[in-house]
């Protein structure tokens, strides 16, 4: 796993509330993404960084914002959850972009309820 | 159209069968072609990758083909085996950018 954790690695929350969740990296990696998984769609880009500071939106990051203050840390945070968001979420790693190698974390189950 | 599709969304082969994973694309600014394997409660983890410049490439049991005029690309495994069992996906790279698409993925199980 390339020395990802994510955390936490299961939750369960009411609609409207904040939820934030944390990838947590130990190889210096300069990228990291957040992805989402759900049957039907595969994997799905939410928000990337590419250093401390400089994130991007992905394909569905509506209703998601991220933040990178620390090169190991890569927060994912919901502003006011939805059931649509019930979701596996990954958190992954590259060390030069996304035309080399990532990493995957072992995810975390969001369910709102 | 940052899209990539795959197909069959699942399959059953026995041991020893040779599944065949495709994957379409319309993006031509796509320069990077990995499939991953996820194992059930796992994150997905590297496969095996091709660029654009070559038809082909083998990694022990893994073989993807690239038809770049076609647009496509597929995994095949040789002789698989039970412990192949798991979902599989495609992806692609857009050239000059950070972002990999990923396919809807395909769950693969081999029976004994």
């Known amino acids: 796993d390339a020395g990802i954790t994510q955390s936490p690695r299961h939750k369960v929350t009411e609609t409207g509330t904040p939820v934030t969740l944390r990838c947590h990296q130990t190889e210096n990696h300069r990228y990291m993404y957040w992805y989402r998984q759900d049957p039907g769609h595969g994997l799905r880009l939410i928000h990337y960084s590419y250093g401390v500071k400089d994130t991007d939106k992905g394909e569905v990051s509506d209703g998601y914002s991220v933040s990178r203050s620390k090169t190991e840390d890569f927060l994912l945070t919901l502003e006011s959850a939805t059931s649509s968001q019930t979701s596996v979420y990954f958190c992954?790693?590259?060390?030069?972009?996304?035309?080399?190698?990532?990493?995957f974390g072992s995810g975390t189950q969001l369910s709102v309820l | 159209q940052q899209q990539v599709k795959q197909s069959p969304q699942s399959l059953i082969v026995q041991k020893g069968g040779i599944p065949i994973i495709n994957c379409a694309y319309e993006?031509?600014?796509?320069?990077?072609f990995p499939w991953y394997q996820q194992f059930p409660g796992k994150g997905p983890a590297l496969l095996i990758a091709?660029?654009?410049?070559?038809s082909e490439k083998k990694e022990g049991r893994f073989t993807i083909s690239f038809n770049k005029s076609a647009k496509q690309f597929s995994l095949h495994i040789m002789d698989s085996q039970p412990g192949d069992s798991a979902t599989y996906f495609c992806?692609?790279?857009?050239?000059?950018?950070?972002?990999?698409?990923f396919g809807t993925g395909t769950r693969l199980q081999v029976f004994p």
């Open positions: 992954a790693t590259a060390r030069g972009g996304s035309n080399e190698k990532l990493f």
């Open positions: 992806a692609a790279s857009v050239y000059n950018t950070d972002k990999l698409i």
């Open positions: 993006n031509t600014a796509f320069d990077y």
């Open positions: 091709i660029r654009p410049d070559v």
